[in-house]
């Protein structure tokens, strides 16, 4: 058997085969690009979907795409983008870089204190991060329609399986979720106007989160990449 790892980083998709002992038989990388205008700095949540296509057909160029037996999925914390109820993006991501949601930021650390936020989540207080960030989304009129907020991996989790999950560790850089308690933080959730539906559920890490469908959720998302891993899994 062989597997795929595909990582959703900030500026380019990588994919990783390798065989049950860990060598390395193909890897493919996909670069794209930022959209940046002062303290704005957005992203196509598209081009997470795309690169991740090219980045998988590179890796498997030459080898037999039925041994693959799984993929497993990782990506840059904290790039969100909102979504519609179809699964389809709003607009653009704004990325774990973008600083305008400097006054949210400042009122939810009035609102629960500092030390409630990091004790918590195990982050300090942050613009860049989903708490401050999704606030300002909703605030800003610029994401009509607005349904779910998810990050770079549970919107890779969408798309392939239906399924937009991410684990702790992403939930927590997101500034959303109480590591202590194993949940999402309802206070947090309060004072940003955040609803527990508008978030993604919340599985431990490597958990299987589903088979990979065969068409795409969204008819905004290239079909591409369901695709090639339905000929894998199938």
């Known amino acids: 058997m062989e597997f795929i790892g595909l990582d959703i980083g900030t500026t380019g998709a990588k994919a990783l085969l390798a065989d049950e002992r860990g060598r390395v038989l193909g890897k493919g990388y996909a670069g794209y690009g930022l959209i940046s205008d002062g303290p704005r ?6 081009d997470w979907i795309e690169g991740g296509a090219k980045a998988v057909r590179q890796a498997l160029e030459g080898r037999d795409p039925s041994r693959v037996a799984a993929v497993a999925v990782s990506a840059q914390g904290a790039s969100t983008a909102a979504f519609d109820a ?16 400097g006054a ?29 960030k999704i606030l300002y989304m909703k605030r800003s009129g610029k994401y009509p329609g607005a349904k779910h907020f998810y990050s770079t991996a549970e919107y890779v989790n969408l798309f392939l399986a239906g399924n937009p999950v991410c684990d702790p560790t992403c939930a927590a850089i997101r500034q959303l979720y109480n590591v202590p308690g194993g949940c ?34 969204g008819k905004a998302n290239p079909n591409i990449l369901n695709e090639i891993f339905t000929k894998l899994l199938s």
């Not at 700095?41 to 598209?46: S, T, Y």
């Open 41 to 46: 700095i957005e992203q196509r949540a598209g």
């Open 86 to 101: 179809g699964g389809r993006p709003i607009g653009n991501a704004i990325t774990w870089m973008d600083a305008r949601a």
């Open 104 to 132: 949210e930021a400042a009122e939810l650390a009035d609102a629960l204190g500092s030390e409630y936020i990091y004790r918590n989540t195990g982050w300090r207080i942050n613009p860049a991060l989903d708490a401050a």
């Open 184 to 217: 999402y933080d309802e206070r947090i959730l309060r004072a940003a106007g955040i609803l527990t539906g508008e978030l993604p559920e919340v599985l431990p890490a490597g958990a299987l989160i589903g088979a990979v469908m065969k068409k795409s959720k």
